[in-house]
């Protein structure tokens, strides 16, 4: 059979032992509040940075693809005149 228990915590030991245990909880908590604001922050400069460079792939894209049809037209003998007047359309319509 085991001994009985003669170490019992005396009332101001408990005390003191649930205040530590507060403060450590409340610690805790705002350690982790500034971790979670940490994280939303670089959510943020992640999302950003993101929306940056799918615009930049837009914009290479859309710049390609003018290239492209310059070169084309280039090799069909199309004037340069004609070639500057289907780059202006094709700015203001960009669906075409």
Request: hydrophobic share 35%; aromatic share 4%.
């Amino acid at each position: 059979m085991s001994e009985p228990n003669n170490h019992t915590l005396t009332d101001n030991q408990n005390e003191q032992t649930l205040n530590f245990l507060r403060d450590e909880i409340a610690s805790l908590k705002a350690r982790l509040t500034k971790k979670d604001d940490r994280i939303a922050t670089l959510d943020v400069m992640l999302n950003t940075l993101m929306e940056s460079h799918n615009a930049e792939v837009r914009a290479y894209e859309d710049l390609k693809d003018k290239l492209e049809d310059v070169i084309e037209k280039l090799r069909e003998r199309v004037p340069h005149s004609d070639i500057l007047d289907y780059l202006k359309v094709k700015d203001r319509n960009p669906l075409w």
